[in-house]
DNA sequence: TCAAAAGTTCTGTTATTACGAACTATATAC
DNA sequence: GTATATAGTTCGTAATAACAGAACTTTTGA
């Protein structure tokens, strides 16, 4: 938790998938990769693709993993994490949920000019 | 701003040069490229670098640029984003503030393993 | 011990980033 | 007008990182 920094979140939420992924498990408390291919806010994404990007929420300091058996149970820390960073994380999951209450849309790639 | 979004912002907040731009810009609400290289928290950076990443925080919507004579003049959008966005931005900013105060040290690249 | 399910690592391909060089735009001097 | 200087953008390319299929590891349960 010492090295975890503002832009190291940031540039983890700035990923559609991932800030969905903590999103649901702000919600959720646990959550897991499951099978093959997981749904995640429209798209099925392989299980490759989520493990790096659980792995990248791992690192970056969001979330904890635990394994159950052959699954892994995931989960915010977000009592260390209001802690440190105060009312960041929150107003940034809040304003991501509005967001997506206003537009219905689709996770996409982010596409620039 | 009607397609500015949650993750576009993340996204630019997570490059180490662009927050601190941008959180420069909160505080002094005007400043410009300059000359070739500048100093942005100790590290010196070409003007072209510069000049995209300040592209990136225009096409994000942070930020909004007017030319002055030979100069452009940039600053931060903050009453539209809090409308929009509540107090995300500026958790955010108080957050890298905070975590600057801390550790007092230069801006690096991010290296992940 | 074999098979199945859950995840991770490896690997090639694709897309992004960084920065020097070349280019554009504005202002001031001659 | 032409030249020159300053501010900033675009282009080209080399280094970096992301994506996803294939192969591998780990745990469980028959």
């Known amino acids: 938790m010492e090295d975890v920094t503002v832009e190291g979140i940031l540039y983890a939420f700035s990923n ?17 990769i499951c099978s093959a291919y997981r749904d995640i ?12 990007h659980f792995a990248i929420l791992r690192e ?11 699954e892994l149970h ?4 977000c009592e260390e994490l209001e802690k440190r960073f105060g009312p960041m994380i929150d107003s940034i999951i809040d304003a991501y949920i509005a ?4 537009s ?3 996770i996409q790639k982010k596409k620039r000019k």
């Open 99 to 102: 967001q997506n209450a206003r």
């Open 74 to 77: 995931n989960e915010t820390r």
């Open 16 to 32: 559609p998938v991932r800030i969905r992924i903590y999103a649901e498990l702000a919600v959720a408390e646990c959550a897991q």
């Open 41 to 52: 806010a429209g798209v099925k994404l392989p299980k490759s693709t989520l493990s790096q």
């Open 60 to 70: 970056t300091g969001l979330i904890r993993s635990e394994r159950k058996g052959t």
């Open 104 to 106: 219905r849309k689709v």
